[in-house]
């Protein structure tokens, strides 16, 4: 009998508000889906977008992206650069043919504990319905990755 598929979540934060949060989320002891991997950066503005895309084709069936909330950027306008890059972004996944839900954005602050725990719960909850992403080969293919 085979295991239950367990998804692989990458979660690419800013060090700020959101991987503050995630600390805080495990100092109150609430628990979370151990399937998500945490990448810290200095800023959501900092992510380079293309790493979403080397996350699934190192096996990643789902990605997070958060950082702090609207007009909190540590660096003013980082996460509204971060914002716009995902706009556009998602046409990139549609023209890929990944589908989109397969990537969250959210904005999660130092104190929302407890929203960060919802948010890694309704990825993996929502990321088992799809299923494994198994696409690697085609972003190769494609000479993306
Ligand atoms: Fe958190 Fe810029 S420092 S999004």
Redesign the pocket.
């Known amino acids: 009998m085979s295991s239950p598929f367990e998804p692989k979540i990458v979660a690419f934060v800013?060090?700020?508000?959101?991987y503050a949060g995630a600390d805080l989320t495990g100092t109150s002891r609430i628990k979370y889906s151990p399937n998500v991997s945490i990448i810290r950066f200095?800023?959501?503005?900092r992510i380079d977008f293309m790493l979403l895309l080397k996350a699934f084709a190192q096996g990643a069936d789902g990605i997070i992206v958060s950082?702090?909330h609207p007009n909190?950027?540590?660096?003013t306008s980082?996460?509204f650069h971060?914002r716009r890059r995902w706009m556009v972004f998602r046409g990139l996944l549609d023209f890929m043919g990944i589908d989109s839900r397969r990537v969250h954005f959210a904005w999660v602050s130092a104190a929302e504990g407890a929203r960060w725990a919802e948010l890694v719960n309704s990825v993996d909850a929502e990321i088992k319905k799809l299923g494994h992403y198994d696409s690697y080969q085609k972003l190769v293919g494609a000479g993306i990755v």
Do not use: E, M
């Open positions: 800013c060090n700020w508000c959101t200095p800023c959501t503005g950082g702090c909190d950027c540590h660096y980082g996460n971060a």
